[in-house]
């Protein structure tokens, strides 16, 4: 009965590699939130996919971010040529509904990306 | 386009009851009072939500108001394991993004 399942959970990349981030969701969870924090500041939705869509990614730098989840695997989260304003904590998110409405959000416990 | 406020930062001592206030004065009626906590270097933790009524659950008690423009999460007996940044966040309950926007939250500390 494993929570939503964030690896790795420390990613140091040099400027202009890739990072790629992996998210679990909980079992039975076809739903999958990513969000940044950056460091002193607050989370930031970023983008919402269910299996094989991506519903809402209203939250993405319009360059260089991706995301996908695929029908078997995890989500990922795709940065290309990373740069150090991309060091910051990635959370992911499951839910088995659209929404929160029933009990919220389970949060993984993310991946710190150090940019150097 | 905050939808809640809170205090920045609160202090409670070990033992006693934790009340922190969110004002949450546009809120629509569709809409629900959502809590969360991160605990430093954490993911977010729900904690508890409400659309009218009080509610209460192992963690936490959610109190609002009549009105439905505020409210106050209630610990009963806080620890030390409860300082945390707390979160009140309003959405909707039939989702039109199914996002939540976390504001700049309370940072709730613990004292023993």
């Known amino acids: 009965n494993a929570g939503v399942m964030q690896n790795p959970r420390h990613l140091v990349r040099r400027r202009g590699q890739e990072a790629r981030l992996r998210c679990s969701p909980m079992k039975g969870h076809s739903h999958v939130y990513w969000y940044r924090q950056l460091p002193e500041e607050g989370l930031k939705f970023m983008v919402y996919?269910?299996?094989?869509?991506?519903?809402?990614e209203s939250g993405m730098p319009k360059e260089r971010f991706s995301a996908e989840f695929p029908k078997e695997g995890p989500s990922i989260l795709r940065i290309q040529q990373v740069v150090r304003g991309d060091s910051a904590a990635y959370f992911c998110a499951s839910s088995p509904y659209r929404g929160p409405v029933v009990a919220g959000y389970t949060f993984g416990s993310g991946t710190r990306l150090t940019v150097v | 386009d905050a939808k809640t406020t809170q205090p920045t930062s609160m202090d409670c001592a070990e033992g006693r009851a934790a009340n922190l206030p969110c004002n949450h004065s546009?809120?629509?009626?569709?809409?629900?009072v959502y809590w969360y906590r991160q605990i430093h270097s954490q993911g977010p933790q729900y904690i508890i939500h409400g659309l009218k009524n009080n509610e209460t659950n192992e963690m936490a008690s959610l109190i609002i108001t009549e009105d439905r423009k505020s409210s106050t999460l209630i610990l009963p007996h806080a620890t030390l394991r409860d300082t945390a940044v707390y979160y009140c966040i309003v959405d909707p309950k039939e989702t039109s993004g199914s996002r939540l926007t976390f504001g700049e939250g309370t940072q709730l500390t613990v004292n023993p």
């Open positions: 996919l269910q299996k094989e869509n991506i519903i809402d």
């Open positions: 546009t809120i629509s009626g569709n809409e629900y």
